[in-house]
T-cell receptor, first 114, second 114 residues
C-alpha cells in the first residue's frame, strides 16, 4: 500500500463511451500526476497538478480531460477514445516542498478500448 | 528523453547481492540520481536517491562515482520479490520546490532466480 488508490483497477470501454478514472492520495501531498504506460513503452507523463492547478500538459489529446477538485483527488475523464489508448494509466503524488520529492504511485487502471 | 542508460536485463541468484549499473554521463551538477522499480502489474515504487554521496536505506544502497557519471544500485540480499524492472532517473530538484517530472526510460529487468 503506497497511500495512493486508483479506481477502477480494470476498465473496458467502447470508443463512443465516456468514463472517468479516479485517483485518491492519503499522504497529504500537494502535487498529483497522470502517467500512461503502453505495452513495451516507457511511462509517459500526461498531466501534472500542483496545488490543484495544472502545471503541465504533455501534448495529450483532448479526448483525455483531467480534473483536480482538491489536493487529494485527481480524475481523468475519457471520451471517444481510440484502441491505441489502451494502456495502464498510473496516478502518482508527491510533496514538492522541503527535501522530499519522491513520487508515490497507485496500482494503476488497466484500460482496454474496444 | 531519458538521460540514463541501463542494460536491458540482468539475472541474480536469490540471497546474493544484486548490483544494478546505470550510466548518466551527461548529468548536471544540480541533478539527482533516482531509482524506482516496477513489479509486474503494479505502479512504480521509489527506492532511493542521491546527489553525490553514497546513500543507504532499508531497501538498498546507492553508490555514485566521484565524477557522477555512473552509479550502482545495490540490493544486498536479493529475494524473489525483488524481480522487477528497475529505472535509473536523473532529475533536477529545485530548492524552492516544484513538481519536477520524472522521465522514465526502458529500465532494466532484474530476474532473481531461486
Amino acid at each position: 500500500e503506497t497511500g495512493v488508490t486508483q479506481t477502477p483497477r480494470h476498465l473496458v470501454m467502447g470508443m463512443t463511451n465516456k468514463k472517468s478514472l479516479k485517483c485518491e492520495q492519503h499522504l497529504g501531498h500537494n502535487a498529483m500526476y497522470w502517467y500512461k504506460q503502453s505495452a513495451k513503452k516507457p511511462l509517459e507523463l500526461m498531466f501534472v497538478y500542483s496545488l490543484e492547478e495544472r502545471v503541465e500538459n504533455n501534448s495529450v489529446p483532448s479526448r483525455f480531460s483531467p480534473e483536480c477538485p482538491n489536493s487529494s483527488h485527481l480524475f481523468l475523464h475519457l471520451h471517444t477514445l481510440q484502441p491505441e489508448d489502451s494502456a495502464l494509466y498510473l496516478c502518482a503524488s508527491s510533496q514538492d516542498e522541503g527535501s522530499s520529492y519522491e513520487q508515490y504511485f497507485g496500482p494503476g487502471t488497466r484500460l482496454t478500448v474496444t | 528523453d531519458a538521460k540514463t542508460t541501463q542494460p536491458p536485463s540482468m539475472d541474480c541468484a536469490e540471497g546474493r547481492a544484486a548490483n544494478l549499473p546505470c550510466n548518466h554521463s551527461t548529468i548536471s551538477g544540480n541533478e539527482y540520481v533516482y531509482w524506482y522499480r516496477q513489479i509486474h502489474s503494479q505502479g512504480p515504487q521509489y527506492i532511493i536517491h542521491g546527489l553525490k554521496n553514497n546513500e543507504t536505506n532499508e531497501m538498498a544502497s546507492l553508490i555514485i562515482t566521484e565524477d557522477r557519471k555512473s552509479s550502482t544500485l545495490i540490493l544486498p540480499h536479493a529475494t524473489l520479490r525483488d524481480t522487477a524492472v528497475y529505472y535509473c532517473i536523473v532529475r533536477v530538484v529545485l530548492c524552492q520546490g516544484g513538481s519536477e517530472k520524472l522521465v522514465f526510460g526502458k529500465g532494466m529487468k532484474l530476474t532473481v532466480n531461486p
